[in-house]
């Protein structure tokens, strides 16, 4: 696995709480101040949230876990109803094929609304993972501040 680290964007100012990204995808939340999965009303595709810290970056793409069965000692989900939407999600994302992602970057937890990821759901024993971007490898752009973000941008391409 190779290390990197995202650069964000400079103009934090057309960034969206992960909530009003969601709206902007068309997806009302059930539980708005803990959802991170929802169904978008027009097209019944699945969107997730992803946190930037969890994305994991390898020579073929990047991949960030969705769900994984409670272990002890876990407090990722403390709730319980939207640990299970969470995995309902999970499940219809896997049967239609894919997903769409939206990276939560920083600790402000902003979402750039025009930075769509055209996800592949995959199960992998227990557990479910979100995987793109092999394609995006060719189109990152050569230098600048933003050249390791855009490859996010550029996932689209791969689906």
Not at 85 to 109: F, I, K, M, Q
Request: glycine share 8%; aromatic share 10%.
């Amino acid at each position: 696995m190779r290390p990197f680290r995202i650069t964000p964007r400079q103009n934090p100012a057309r960034r969206l709480s992960r909530v009003h990204a969601f709206e902007a995808q068309g997806v009302t939340l059930r539980y708005p101040e803990r959802s991170w999965s929802g169904v978008r009303f027009d097209d019944g595709v699945v969107v997730f949230a992803l946190r930037e810290r969890d994305v994991e970056g390898h020579d073929d793409g990047f991949s960030c876990l969705l769900w994984a069965p409670p272990t002890e000692g876990t407090t990722q989900w403390a709730d319980r109803s939207s640990r299970q939407e969470r995995l309902e999600h999970c499940r219809l994302a896997l049967v239609h094929g894919g997903a769409d992602g939206l990276l939560v970057c920083g600790d402000a937890a902003l979402v750039e609304p025009d930075a769509i990821l055209a996800l592949r759901v995959e199960k992998r024993r227990d557990e479910y993972w979100a995987t793109w971007g092999f394609a995006a490898r060719t189109q990152t752009p050569r230098g600048g501040r933003d050249r390791r973000f855009a490859r996010f941008y550029a996932a689209r391409i791969a689906a």
